[in-house]
Antibody, heavy 125, light 107 residues
């Protein structure tokens, strides 16, 4: 069974840093792209970061680029999100997601096909 | 960035009723469209990917259609367990973007 378990959330002051972890099990972690997605309280979902299988390629939206860093340790089947210079608008539940490579009609598609239970991050003084 | 306009924002359906939710992309996303269900206090669950492919284990009353910029999710026969929030996600181009969501309730 695929399991993704986030940890490291909590209350942090604006301008400070926090690092989230995601422990993966039930699949060959090193074969999958991975992602972080967040959801502000009572709001919709926002993609935060994606990392390639080896970790050599990373992708971010402008809202977190330069402040957040996604990384992975394939030997430990773990995904990380280092968050620096945190702002109140970063307050959200952060989900770790596996990106599967799934077959379509005549092509394959990268799809977030498994999600963790989420880690809550509150940025407040 | 590709904008995903999802409608309606909320709806209420009776048991057995057919439900339709739509997502309109600001540009062609070449069927790189997924639908997720999120129940209260839970993480999102994948329902449909590649616009119309049913994820393993998802009931067949869920179906997806569309191409280009217009996509829809259909629930053929509303069930109590279908209550929740539904989101579309485009994976055609970075930054990936979600629709704002549809809150579905049982009438």
């Amino acid at each position: 069974e695929v399991q993704l378990v986030e940890s490291g959330g909590g209350l942090v002051q604006p301008g400070r840093s926090l690092k989230l972890s995601c422990a993966a099990s039930g699949f060959t972690f090193s074969n999958y792209y991975m992602a972080w997605v967040r959801q502000a309280p009572k709001k919709g979902l926002e993609w935060v970061a994606t990392i390639s299988t080896s970790g050599s390629r990373t992708y971010y939206p402008d809202s977190v680029k330069g402040r957040f860093t996604i990384s992975r340790d394939n030997a430990k089947s773990s995904l990380y999100l280092q968050m620096n210079s945190l702002k109140s608008e970063d307050t959200a539940t952060y989900y770790c997601a596996r990106i599967g490579y799934l077959p379509g009609y005549n092509s394959y598609y990268y799809v977030m096909d498994a999600w963790g239970q989420g880690a809550s991050v509150t940025v407040s003084s | 960035d590709i904008q995903m306009t999802q409608s309606p924002a909320s709806l209420s359906a009776s048991l057995g009723e057919t439900v339709n939710i739509e997502c309109l992309a600001s540009e062609d996303i070449y069927s790189n469209l997924a639908w997720y269900q999120q129940k209260s206090g839970k993480s999102p669950q994948l329902l449909i990917y590649a616009a119309n492919r049913l994820q393993d284990g998802v009931p067949s009353r869920f179906s997806g259609s569309g191409s280009g910029t217009q996509y829809s999710l259909k629930i053929s026969g509303m069930q109590p367990e279908d209550e929740g929030d539904y989101f579309c996600l485009q994976g055609s181009k970075f930054p990936y973007t979600f629709g704002a969501g549809t809150k579905l309730e049982l009438k």
